[in-house]
């Protein structure tokens, strides 16, 4: 598993006689603690002295025991803490000059000229200020006496550089804060409870969430359970709501919905900027329904609980980065942010980001209420305009009328997300004016003519339901295409929908090789990949990819607990995923895994023993557990159980082994909240693109589409969601493993082995540049991979 030596890496970017401090500021988020194993072991490895500053600001301040120097060891076993384990302080002291000037001592004393601040807007503004006001500062203790003059020439400059630590994801530049990932994890879980027992006695349910002036955790919490109605700050209701959102609540009752869900976020205003409290909405409609209502307070729930996969990698990749920014910078840099634009690592500078920040607030305050859904950002409005579209229906003499049918379809295993996916399909579908149809048992069932027509009522409460509520199957459609294009016509299918994974990806293309031959398959077909194996060509992410990494991550964390107490004991783990080593290499990342096999990076039986021989002086030293994942078709020789058998073997004497295959269990389960709203987004954009192709394709009576650009995969790239002609993926695609040729994610492995002290190259060409935040927005897709 050797990989190259960057020379640059090893050349430029050494660390050697620098001393890095890390600290967490303001509220906690779950996460803070993976960022601060990232940036301690980054720092270490890059031959850095690392200090942990305990208590945020308080702890620079007061000095002492507060600031100590980290170890690789003092690390260990933080990954899947929640919270924040050096603690985190409001401190009221280092808002003064007085308390800035004991802070720059300490400091100083320590020889710490580079810090990493993890916090919110208001913990990072202090960090810019205490930069700026360095050089001043240090003077002042020159003539105090406290320090001698070189001291002034040698910790000339400080260098800052931030991570956003903030469930409520109100930081401008980034398209997700550490932390907010898990929040959602918890609004959802408890949303999800709440389902079942409002269901069982026909009760409205009033949710405050937190987010005091950002709405986007009530926001994405009700686009991800499907919430009738949604308060939030940045876009209050228009005058008159209180009716409107009875009807609603009234006539989705008619409806034969036996529950009514409402969102509020705790920072809800009206109009006239005047707060709209969960017992106001309560009482509202208790007097104007008479409906059975309760109120839930979710309060610090969210912040509490394990990091989520997302919020672990992401963590990682922002503090191995934020090193790496520290290692870059230079005297005239300014302060930077380390952010996340759709799965790219970005730097932006500090103070753009926190006056953007400030302006949304100015825009709310100003009752320019539009102007503060824009300045959030593309995703937040992205995010606003998908909720309206798909919870609240349009009368039918509102709604266009195409004439066109639409069918959707699921191919291949199933995945957690695809019936979100379907929902949204639906709604958006209807809402365009066409005629929706659902293909149950996919392709198969195509064939079979298991057709029917699917209403607006008929995918509530979709969202949250595991597996494929459609059917699926693995079936192709190349023996049976004269039946499905049979169906098609009878049907009169305009356009299809194909939601699933490498099959589906197959499936497309065989009907597009049979477009010469049957009329009735030239229609306008986009493909949106789902599958936990992340292995269809042309996207980075599909969607039920997150649920099987939660399920991995969450299983890893209670098997390591399993050993505590006990004698030295090595896991070794066998995920899903065929030939792609996704779930198995980023599973290890989110894990703490100290290796991860996969057939991407071919393994001999060297590197297998260079492994065991790494985690036997590593468990002699200081850890008590070890993690080794395996992907089920990493290699045919070297099987889950050889692996487990060598282990066991040159391990006698210092750690004893245990082996688990997860089996079906990454399939099951309710989707994950980002696969919820990425499903639910994705799906969305893929029947508008199809809107737009019928009506491009529409000649003479009929549709009618036979160029490349008409069987589409809608996939993510990079930073933007991109639709991609069929044909032209069939170059990036090894069909042999059924895997593409290039996979983004590829590019973390070389952290995986770094947080896990090996020696190993970065390549650092792909490492965020410093980019302007105003520059960032606007290439902002309107739908990124980020919820």
Request: neutral net charge.
């Amino acid at each position: 598993m050797a990989q190259p030596d960057n020379k640059k890496f090893f050349e430029n970017l050494t660390g050697a006689g620098k001393a890095i401090a890390v600290l967490t500021s303001g509220g906690d988020a779950q996460g803070m603690n993976a960022a601060v194993r990232a940036v301690v072991r980054m720092g270490i490895y890059v031959g850095a002295k690392v200090y942990f500053i305990h208590e945020g600001y308080q702890g620079m301040v007061d000095g002492g025991d507060n600031i100590k120097e980290a170890t690789w060891e003092s690390v260990s076993s933080m990954l899947q803490v929640g919270g924040t384990v050096i603690g985190s302080a409001r401190c009221k002291e280092f808002r003064t000059h007085e308390g800035r000037l004991k802070a720059a001592h300490n400091l100083v004393q320590r020889g710490i000229t580079n810090l990493c601040v993890i916090g919110g807007d208001g913990s990072l503004t202090g960090a810019n200020l205490f930069r700026e006001e360095w050089s001043g500062l240090l003077t002042e203790l020159v003539q105090q006496g406290l320090i001698e003059e070189d001291a002034v020439q040698r910790y000339s400059a400080l260098h800052i550089v931030g991570m956003v630590g903030s469930i409520d994801n109100d930081f401008c530049g980034t398209d997700m804060t550490i932390g907010t990932d898990s929040a959602l994890h918890r609004i959802i879980e408890v949303v999800d409870a709440i389902m079942t027992t409002a269901q069982s006695h026909q009760r409205t349910f009033v949710l405050e969430v937190m987010g005091r002036h950002c709405g986007y955790l009530a926001l994405v919490s009700a686009l991800a359970c499907g919430a009738d109605w949604v308060l939030i700050p940045e876009m209050p209701p228009e005058d008159g709501w209180e009716e409107k959102m009875c009807e609603k609540l009234s006539a989705n009752r008619a409806g034969m919905k036996r529950l009514n869900i409402i969102i509020v976020a705790e920072g809800a205003i009206d109009r006239s900027n005047k707060p709209i409290t969960t017992d106001h909405v309560k009482d509202l409609v208790v007097r104007c329904l008479g409906f059975d209502t309760r109120v839930t307070i979710l309060g610090h729930v969210q912040r509490g609980g394990t990091p989520s996969a997302f919020d672990r990698v992401l963590a990682s990749r922002m503090g191995v980065e934020a090193v790496l920014a520290l290692l870059e910078t230079t005297a005239n840099t300014p302060a930077c942010v380390v952010s996340l634009c759709g799965n790219q690592a970005v730097r932006l500078p500090l103070m753009e980001c926190v006056q953007m920040t400030q302006e949304v607030q100015k825009a709310m305050d100003e009752k320019r209420f539009e102007d503060a859904v824009r300045l959030r950002g593309r995703s937040f409005e992205n995010n606003l305009r998908t909720y309206k579209l798909l919870a609240h229906r349009k009368p039918e003499s509102e709604l266009p009328h195409s004439n066109f049918n639409v069918a959707v379809l699921n191919v291949g295993a199933p995945a957690a997300g695809m019936n979100a996916a379907v929902r949204s399909a639906v709604r958006v579908g209807i809402s365009e004016g066409h005629k929706m149809f659902a293909v149950h048992d996919g392709f198969e069932g195509f064939y079979k003519g298991q057709i029917r027509e699917i209403k607006w009522g008929d995918v509530g409460g979709w969202t949250g339901q595991g597996g494929s509520l459609l059917g699926t199957k693995r079936t192709l459609p190349a023996k049976h295409v004269e039946k499905i294009a049979e169906q098609m016509r009878k049907y009169s299918i305009n356009a299809l929908l194909v939601i699933g994974g490498f099959e589906a990806f197959l499936g497309i293309m065989e009907l597009l090789a049979a477009r010469g031959t049957y009329e009735e398959l030239c229609v306008p077909m986009v493909m949106v990949p789902a599958t936990v194996s992340n292995n269809v060509p042309g996207s980075d992410l599909s969607i039920g990819a997150d649920t099987a990494l939660n399920a991995i991550t969450d299983t890893c964390d209670r098997i390591k607990q399993s050993a505590s107490g006990t004698k030295r004991r090595v896991f070794i783990i066998e995920t899903m995923g065929g030939y792609c080593g996704y779930l198995a290499g980023v599973g290890g990342l989110a894990s703490g895994a100290d290796a991860a096999y996969i057939y991407e990076e071919p393994f001999d039986i060297r590197d297998l023993q260079s492994n065991v021989e790494h985690l036997t002086e590593k468990m002699k030293t200081s850890i008590q557990r070890g993690l080794v994942l395996r992907n089920e078709n990493s290699n045919e020789n070297y099987t889950t159980d050889f692996i487990y058998q060598l282990y066991s073997e040159e391990g006698k004497g210092v750690f004893d082994c245990r082996k688990n295959v997860l089996g079906h269990m990454q399939q099951g389960g309710a989707p994950s909240p980002f696969d919820r709203n990425f499903g639910t987004k994705i799906s969305a954009k893929a029947m508008q693109w199809i809107s737009k192709k019928l009506k491009e394709c529409y000649r003479q009576g009929r549709v009618f589409a036979n160029t490349e650009d008409s069987a589409c995969l809608l996939g993510m790239r990079r930073r933007a969601l991109v639709f991609q002609p069929v044909v032209q993926l069939k170059d990036e695609t090894d069909f042999v493993h059924r895997i593409p040729k290039e996979q983004w994610w590829l590019k973390l492995r070389p952290l995986m082995k770094i947080l896990a002290k090996y020696k190993t190259s970065y390549d650092v060409s792909d490492s965020g540049q410093l980019e302007h935040v105003v520059c960032n927005r606007t290439k902002d897709s309107d739908a990124n991979t980020t919820i």
